[in-house]
């Protein structure tokens, strides 16, 4: 068989609209073209085109970059251009078309990052029967339904690590462990430790003393669980039969505006300093990322199996934004994991790429940048004698095939081409 051709199809909607693609209108501008070498997919105004090599001589002021498509040996791969130095170059971030899936749904992966309307929400965490698989590179097109684009592959910008804590107690002398955040000296701990909340000096392993912030003198020192019931204090919490809401604005220390992280590192052990309740049975912990204020929604799916997500009154989890269609998608528990399902939404249910994707041969995808809709269907031009004599040779493995990828288009030379 001969080399694999791509097939492009790409719909543009003439309003813009914080990104968002009408998937009831009609009236599109269409550009269709087919691509035989690693090319850039760019946008100006309503017109797409392919363009391959620098794109110094092709970027305007309205252009904007909507993917990077790279031919290998074997086919095309789909991949996520990251953000760049130079910020007059508009990058859309590529959003992967649930209902354009063939099997029209999506197995949902810690770390997912979901889109319905202008509304994100992130997968924080899932507890099921069965454990979701952590998915190796690359992911192939035709088996996207299986979940993996999101997964404990993010950014390191987008990660949540616990931060260390420096700790004391009557019995030991402080503990500093490297490399973290040194807030006060040796003779400042010793001389002031008493809990800026309760003002007691009682501390042990359990119910320690910590430095959380970068507050000094008799206010640098606080207990675990003084810190978690008051943090507690600034969250307010409403639940339904199955969803329990969280919903606070930044926490953060009102003397030296440090934010405080979800979890801190002490004694070898992670704790939650902000106390949120989880079920028994299966559920997920998702985020609400919007600006001002956090919104964690714990969903247990213990007694149901079926979880509507949309802006209507009925939805069991509800999302009060405009964008958002009364009911826009579902999320339904089987027996191998979580599946999110569009429902013929107006501005469609999206999941965001952090990963390459390997393009199948005639396995049609759908890719969401900005206001366009692109289309993808890779094919391979049929050949007689290359089908009876190659067929079954060099079936290189995915891992191998990958490595040769990414010697040849690494991150550094996207960059410099830009």
Same mark, same amino acid.
């Given at each position: ?7 492009i199809?790409?719909?543009?909607w003439s309003r ?5 693609f009408?998937?009831e ?19 100006t105004?309503?017109?797409? *085109?392919?363009h391959? #090599? ?10 904007r ?5 790279i031919?290998?040996?074997k #086919?095309?791969?789909?991949?996520p ?5 130079d910020?007059?170059?508009?990058v859309e971030?590529?959003?992967?078309v ?7 749904? *999506? ?11 202008k ?7 899932i ?10 590179f ?5 088996k ?7 997964s404990?592959?993010l950014?390191k ?8 804590m420096?700790?004391? &107690?009557?019995?030991?002398?402080? *503990?500093?462990?490297q ?12 001389e ?8 007691s000096?009682?501390t042990n392993?359990?119910?320690p003393?910590?430095?959380p912030? *970068?507050?000094?003198?008799t ?13 507690k204090?600034?969250?307010t919490?409403?639940?339904?039969? #199955? ?9 953060e ?7 405080y992280?979800?979890?801190i590192?002490? #004694? ?16 997920i ?26 802006r209507?009154h009925?939805?069991?989890i509800?999302l009060?934004d ?10 339904t528990?089987?027996?191998n994991?979580?599946?999110?399902e569009d429902n013929?939404s107006?501005f469609?249910?999206?999941v965001?790429?952090?990963?390459e994707?390997?393009?199948? @041969?005639?396995?049609?995808l759908?890719?969401q940048?900005?206001? &366009?809709?692109?289309?993808? @269907? ?11 004599f ?6 290189d493995?995915?891992s ?5 990828f ?6 550094e ?6």
């Amino acid at each position: 068989m001969g080399d694999q051709k791509l097939k492009i199809k790409a719909l543009t909607w003439s309003r813009e609209s914080s990104g968002l693609f009408d998937y009831e209108k009609s009236n599109y501008t269409q550009s269709s073209f087919k691509l035989s070498e690693s090319s850039y997919l760019l946008r100006t105004q309503e017109k797409v *085109y392919s363009h391959p #090599n620098d794109l110094n001589s092709s970027l305007t002021e309205n252009s904007r970059v909507l993917a990077v498509l790279i031919k290998s040996a074997k #086919n095309f791969y789909l991949t996520p251009f990251k953000s760049l130095s130079d910020k007059s170059i508009t990058v859309e971030k590529p959003w992967l078309v649930v209902k354009g899936l063939k099997e029209h749904e *999506y197995k949902i992966s810690e770390g997912d990052v979901i889109r319905l309307g202008k509304v994100k929400i992130k997968v924080k965490e899932i507890e099921v029967l069965r454990k979701t698989e952590q998915k190796n590179f690359p992911v192939h097109s035709k088996k996207l339904y299986n979940g993996g684009l999101g997964s404990h592959f993010l950014p390191k910008t987008e990660r949540t690590s616990p931060i260390k804590m420096d700790y004391i &107690t009557r019995s030991e002398d402080e *503990y500093f462990h490297q490399g973290t955040m040194k807030i006060t000296d040796r003779e400042e701990l010793c001389e002031q430790r008493s809990c800026r909340i309760c003002l007691s000096d009682d501390t042990n392993i359990l119910n320690p003393l910590i430095s959380p912030c *970068y507050c000094m003198g008799t206010m640098g020192l606080v207990h675990i669980d003084c810190l978690q019931h008051w943090l507690k204090s600034k969250i307010t919490f409403n639940s339904t039969q #199955n969803v329990k809401v969280y919903k606070w604005k930044s926490l953060e220390c009102e003397l030296c505006k440090f934010k405080y992280p979800s979890q801190i590192f002490i #004694n070898d052990k992670n704790i939650d300093i902000i106390s949120i309740d989880k079920p028994q049975g299966p559920y997920i912990v998702i985020e609400t990322l919007t600006e001002g204020f956090n919104t964690m929604s714990v969903v247990s799916f213990d007694n149901k199996h079926i979880m509507k997500i949309g802006r209507g009154h009925d939805m069991e989890i509800r999302l009060s934004d405009i964008s958002v269609s009364r009911f826009h998608a579902q999320i339904t528990l089987k027996s191998n994991g979580f599946f999110l399902e569009d429902n013929n939404s107006k501005f469609g249910t999206l999941v965001k790429i952090h990963k390459e994707i390997s393009l199948d @041969t005639d396995y049609k995808l759908q890719i969401q940048c900005g206001r &366009t809709l692109l289309k993808l @269907t890779p094919k391979k031009p049929w050949d007689c004698f290359s089908c009876l004599f190659g067929c079954n040779k060099g079936k290189d493995s995915d891992s191998e095939e990958m490595e040769r990828f990414s010697k040849e288009y690494n991150e550094e030379t996207f960059a410099h081409n830009l």
